[in-house]
T-cell receptor, first 108, second 115 residues
Framework: EDQVTQSPEALRLQEGESSSLNCSYT??????LFWYRQDPGKGPEFLFT???AGEEKEKERLKATLTKKESFLHITAPKPEDSATYLC?????????FGKGTTLSVSS | DSGVTQTPKHLITATGQRVTLRCSPR?????VYWYQQSLDQGLQFLIQ???????AKGNILERFSAQQFPDLHSELNLSSLELGDSALYFC??????????????FGPGTRLTVL
């Protein structure tokens, strides 16, 4: 069964304190892994797509990496505005399966 | 603003009732997806339409149905509502059929409360 597990469920950081979020997956034939950001009460916002092991993508303070079993979202020197829930998803058929997310809180 | 619109923003109704949620995709997007998000289950895929045709089904209950119209807007119908149906319902759209080929743009959601 296709499955996505994210850890930790919640993460509290001080401004400037770098860390990583984990997304482990089991899927028959990965065709794409997606990272989304979701602010409270809003729809998810697309961040990255990774297609093959070893691939990396960066956007401002965020960097996503992919291995054959998991993906990491590295957050470098986070700011309070990075506070959000980060969702990971893998493609299954023509749709996506989402993990339950990691809720990140960054305090100044 | 993703370009995807959903109405209504909030909906409060009673058990046993039927409601319709509406979604207008981004201009040019042919694929529409419906998701349900609850606190305990996370974001769950319900159903996908592509250019008017149903293309994929996820964890959608038989009490729920959807359709995509010729102008590409979509409606999600929820009937015989139960307390457990209370959740955020999101619509997303994308250009292509296959989810892995392109990003999905999510609407702001409809918050459904069943009393």
């Amino acid at each position: 069964e296709d499955q996505v597990t994210q850890s930790p469920e919640a993460l509290r950081l001080q401004e400037g304190e770098s860390s990583s979020l984990n997304c482990s997956y089991t899927v028959s034939g990965l065709r794409g892994l997606f990272w989304y950001r979701q602010d409270p009460g809003k729809g998810p916002e697309f961040l990255f797509t990774l297609y093959s092991a070893g691939e990396e993508k960066e956007k401002e303070r965020l960097k996503a990496t992919l291995t054959k079993k998991e993906s990491f979202l590295h957050i470098t020197a986070p700011k309070p505005e990075d506070s959000a829930t980060y969702l990971c998803a893998v493609q299954a058929g023509t749709a996506l399966i989402f993990g339950k997310g990691t809720t990140l809180s960054v305090s100044s | 603003d993703s370009g995807v619109t959903q109405t209504p923003k909030h909906l409060i109704t009673a058990t046993g009732q039927r409601v319709t949620l509406r979604c207008s995709p981004r201009s040019g997007d042919l694929s529409v997806y419906w998701y349900q998000q609850s606190l305990d289950q996370g974001l769950q895929f319900l159903i996908q339409y592509y250019n008017g045709e149903e293309r994929a089904k996820g964890n959608i209950l038989e009490r729920f149905s959807a359709q995509q119209f010729p102008d590409l807007h979509s409606e999600l119908n929820l009937s015989s509502l139960e307390l457990g149906d209370s959740a955020l319902y999101f619509c997303a759209s994308s250009v292509l059929l296959a989810a892995f080929l392109n990003e999905q743009f999510f609407g702001p959601g409809t918050r459904l409360t069943v009393l």
